[in-house]
């Protein structure tokens, strides 16, 4: 089918929000990369909107989508697209983890097995991508951002009580990476990043210093056992996958700690908009 500008405005007017999303998406994916990301969030919202039937915000949607074709180039256009071929972007979710040999072992491994399983068994599984980056150095950290533009970042490993993140070195061994320089690295992408969470001890800081420049983050205030760390994640991942919005995957996250009386549910803080 044919896929441009005017055909989308049509499904618009026919109210068929879902469709005109999908269409959008599909054309921004092919023609102007820069609005994609957009249009995936606004086809999250809408899968969360419509579950819980919430006539206002479904409006509100169909109003940012109707002004979001503003920039869409009258000239943009596919042939013969087959809705079917699978094209259309997925959410990836960019997991990082630094264990160095000289830091205290953490079970990262376990971590990111709980988080596959989330999404393996979400009913929106085939929304998401898990990009996975073990033994991170800083290059690596550049490269992973440069080839995968992802909507959700998950660093996994040690944090110091000076707001430092731990990466390892060209020999397996600890490099501490200050707050304000990671802060300014991710600030360059955040065009398409939605949500950091940085599963680390002490990483407020560099919560803090990252929301300048990134919509939702999450930090630890204190040290966080491995237990409640990795428990967090696969609560919070099981929300996103769902299509849930960031701040319901946190108190959903937060209640989990809690039910398994794990102790620490008031160690993760979440910053929204550069705001507590």
Same mark, same amino acid.
């Given at each position: ?180 320089? =990671?802060?300014?690295? +991710?600030? $360059?992408?955040?065009? *398409? !990043?939605?949500?950091?969470? %940085? ?5 407020? #800081? ?39 919005? =960031?701040?319901?995957? +946190?108190? $959903?996250?937060?209640? *989990? !700690?809690?039910?398994?009386? %794990? ?5 993760? #803080? ?7």
């Amino acid at each position: 089918m044919k896929i441009n500008k005017y055909i989308i405005e049509e499904k618009i007017i026919e109210e068929d929000l879902e469709e005109a999303l999908k269409l959008l998406t599909i054309l921004t994916y092919k023609c102007g990369n820069r609005l994609n990301e957009k249009v995936i969030n606004l086809s999250s919202k809408l899968s969360s909107y419509q579950d819980s039937q919430n006539e206002k915000e479904i409006k509100k949607l169909i109003f940012y989508t109707t002004q979001l074709l503003v920039e869409i180039n009258n000239n943009w256009e596919i042939e013969d697209w087959n809705l079917d071929d699978g094209a259309t972007q997925k959410s990836k979710i960019l997991f990082l983890a630094s264990n160095p040999k000289n830091s205290m072992p953490l079970r990262l491994d376990e971590e990111v097995r709980k988080i596959e399983e989330g999404l393996r068994r979400s009913r929106k599984r085939d929304s998401f991508a898990l990009i996975q980056k073990w033994a991170l150095q800083i290059p690596d950290l550049r490269r992973a951002l440069l080839d995968e533009t992802p909507t959700f970042i998950h660093f996994s490993g040690h944090g110091t009580t000076d707001g430092e993140i731990v990466l390892e070195d060209i020999q397996g061994l600890s490099k501490n990476v200050a707050a304000k320089a =990671v802060g300014s690295l +991710f600030g $360059l992408f955040k065009g *398409s !990043i939605k949500c950091i969470l %940085l599963n680390a001890c002490y990483s407020e #800081i560099q919560a803090e210093e990252i929301s300048k420049h990134i919509p939702f983050v999450i930090g630890m205030s204190d040290a966080i056992p491995d237990k409640a760390a990795i428990e967090f994640s696969e609560a919070f991942y099981d929300a996103i996958a769902d299509g849930r919005e =960031v701040e319901f995957a +946190f108190d $959903l996250a937060v209640n *989990s !700690i809690e039910l398994y009386n %794990l102790g620490s549910a008031s160690i993760p #803080i979440l910053i929204k908009n550069g705001e507590l």
